[in-house]
């Protein structure tokens, strides 16, 4: 802890420690243009529009570098400001807090040092705001911060869908090119193009390029097994039967209510039954279960069961009618799907990742329970072999399974799981993965994304950049966006890797070759490759670099999450939300009560306004203060009344 300034005992001691601040600050302010020269005299081939916000940003690096927790708290013992809201205007708050140390040191007004064209404070903001624009649009009505939604795959046929978000706030579409297609995309893009005429709001339309993402391969498909079971009592009394929908296995139609489970039947013996029908069978673990039909319709029948039942493809059925005896039905079961697998895996457990695309399998024991060989899954992108190294961490599925890697080979990579559930978490086909120590050489553009870039090119405002992680890969998305005519687009640097993030202020000066650009904040990926615990420091950081670039900056990753899933928000939820307050737009994820996560947003965004901007607090009146006010006056009024 850095103790604090003592007040200066006599004027010799205060005049000592006001010339020591102003070194200090003439010092920093030397270093700034120091970082400036020779950093701009690399030709970053800046576009014309961010030449100042360039500049701004390296004499923020420059202030930063040091640390200046002593300086701050011997400025504020004067009452001048601590340096902590200098990012948009850094070298003109230096030199201000100099001009007034100067004026006190010597007791008389001081002319103003050469600024040389530094940024004020109000330019500094003014420049925020106008990339703000440029890049996401025109400034809502009653907020500043924009709203961002990702595009679930119906608002391509959904018009009316489009229409209610643009007026509920949204003012931004996000459309994830991992997902869908060219057709389903143009649909949604003159979807929200004729919203916006029509509202005369403005949308601009966000295109994430889905890049390298490494997730686990295909598990091989289990059994065809279908489990049905019926609801009961606390006491085990029956509830409800399970309701089970039996129709022809070559035309399977779908139950025109909700089913537990649906049989496909071979032929057409379905038809044969009536309702009173039991259909008698050996279910997968060779228990003797049975159903009743109790509704026979034109596509097929209904059935109940009182039992918990485990059903296999080509189960053999026998048909019991009223007043008949047992005889085989002439139809049997035909193909159901195959249950999906998993892994399941425990701390200390070794799982091996494979380079061959071969179908994933839990692990096999032998009957005295010995393990025979470990669980294993492929990997989509197998390039990783030749970058990772034994005692780097890996995760999977978003954080939820954590691990170390003991050994490499040309063809398998062993992984000692380290994070875990106790009684063991579930690992699937198709979860991401990632490797926060590895210095991965992936493609920083897939085929995929080169062949998206053409659309993009066509039909968005913006694209967004995944998993970009260096300058040469801004560089290669730039060079590209011109071969395709898309240097108009706006680009958005999604911060969503550990490496991103140590190099964002070098890819920012990079990106200040486009006209237009921004970073987006993904949380998800970042909190797992900089650790959950310093996602809190880590998003702040970069809120802090990019406020000192000019650049704005997109919230995002499970914000208001439940609510637009589950349709009630949590406490958390709205406390992040409102966080937001500080980016310059904050993304909505797609959910089936999106529309009122909307609302709920641009409710929260527009209280939250008048009460923060940025770092500052603003100090709008506060009805707490006058509840004092009033039992002051309560009591002044009784006193005067007593005497």
């Known amino acids: 802890m850095h103790a604090k300034p003592e007040p200066p005992k006599d ?28 950093v701009l005299a690399d030709q970053f081939d800046l576009h014309e529009s961010h030449v100042e916000s360039a500049k701004n940003l390296l004499h923020y690096l420059a202030l930063r570098r040091r640390d200046l927790r002593d300086i701050q708290e011997r400025l504020a013992a004067y009452g001048l400001s601590s340096l902590g809201r200098a990012e948009s205007h850094v070298r003109a708050n230096i030199e201000a807090i100099e001009v007034i140390l100067r004026q006190l040191l010597s007791g008389n007004g001081h002319e103003p040092l050469e600024s040389n064209g530094s940024l004020s404070y109000h330019q500094g903001r003014s420049m925020l705001d106008w990339h703000t624009e440029k890049l996401l649009g025109p400034k809502p009505p009653r907020r500043t911060v924009r709203i961002m939604v990702t595009m679930p795959a119906e608002a391509g046929s959904d018009y009316e869908f489009i229409h209610r978000l643009l007026l509920d706030g949204m003012d931004c579409m996000r459309i994830n090119c991992a997902y869908d297609d060219a057709q389903v ?13 029509e509202t005369g709001k403005s949308c601009k339309v966000l295109m994430d390029l889905a890049g390298p993402k490494l997730r686990t ?8 097994i279908v489990k049905w079971r019926p609801h009961r009592n606390v006491d085990g009394g029956l509830r409800s039967s399970a309701r089970i929908w039996l129709t022809a296995a070559a035309n399977m139609v779908a139950p025109p209510e909700a089913a537990g ?5 071979k032929g057409k013996s379905w038809r044969e039954l009536q309702t009173g029908d039991v259909l008698k069978f050996f279910d997968a673990r060779g228990a003797a279960r049975w159903m009743t039909v109790t509704e026979c319709l034109d596509d097929g029948c209904w059935a109940e069961s009182h039992q918990t039942t485990y059903m296999g493809s080509g189960t053999l059925l026998h048909l019991v009618r009223p007043g008949h005896r047992l005889r085989p039905f002439p139809g049997r079961v035909g193909q159901l799907p195959a249950t999906e697998q998993y ?3 425990k701390r200390g457990q070794t799982l091996s990742l494979t380079r061959s695309m071969i179908a994933g399998e839990p692990a096999l ?8 060989s ?14 990772v190294k034994a005692g780097e961490e890996i995760w999977f599925d978003d954080g939820a399974i954590g691990g170390a890697i003991t050994r490499v080979t040309p063809d398998v990579i062993d992984v000692k799981i380290t994070h875990a559930q106790p009684s063991g978490s579930k690992l699937r086909g198709d979860k991401g993965i990632n490797l926060p120590d590895s210095n991965l050489t992936l493609p920083a553009l897939t085929e995929k994304d080169l062949e998206d870039l053409k659309f993009i090119a066509q039909h968005a405002d913006l694209v967004g950049y995944s998993f970009v992680r260096n300058a040469d890969d801004v560089k290669e998305l730039q060079n590209s966006l011109a071969e395709v005519g898309g240097t108009h687009l706006g680009i958005i640097l999604k911060i969503e890797t550990r490496r991103a993030f140590e190099q964002l202020a070098n890819l920012l000066l990079v990106a200040m070759r486009s006209p237009a650009a921004g ?11 900089c650790g959950w615990e310093r996602l809190a420091e880590v998003q702040e950081e970069i809120l802090w670099i990019c406020e000192a670039a000019h650049m704005p900056v997109i919230w995002a990753t499970q914000v208001l999450e439940s609510l637009a899933k589950q349709g009630l928000p949590s406490r958390a939820e709205i406390t992040d939300a409102a966080m937001g307050e500080r980016a310059e737009c904050v993304m909505l994820n797609k959910g089936p009560y999106i529309l009122q996560a909307v609302r709920v947003l641009d409710d929260i965004l527009q209280r939250m306004e008048t009460h923060q901007n940025k770092k500052r607090s603003m100090l709008r009146h506060l009805h707490l203060a006058d509840h004092l006010a009033v039992r002051e006056k309560t009591a002044r009024r009784e006193r005067h009344v007593a005497v």
């Open 261 to 265: 489970v649906c049989l496909p039947i």
């Open 185 to 197: 995309w143009a649909k949604m893009i003159a979807n929200v193009r004729r919203a916006s005429k």
């Open 365 to 372: 024991y032998d009957e005295d329970g010995n393990l025979v």
């Open 374 to 387: 470990p669980p294993h899954l492929a990997v989509t992108l197998p390039q990783i072999f030749d970058d």
């Open 519 to 529: 970073v987006m904040i993904a949380r998800g990926d970042l909190a797992i490759e």
């Open 343 to 345: 892994v399941s895996l």
């Open 11 to 38: 004027l010799s001691t205060y005049e000592a420690q006001l010339g020591e601040l102003i070194v200090e600050l003439s010092s920093i302010r030397s270093e700034m243009l120091t970082l400036e020269a020779s």
């Open 217 to 224: 391969g295909p598990m091989k498909p289990g059994p065809q």
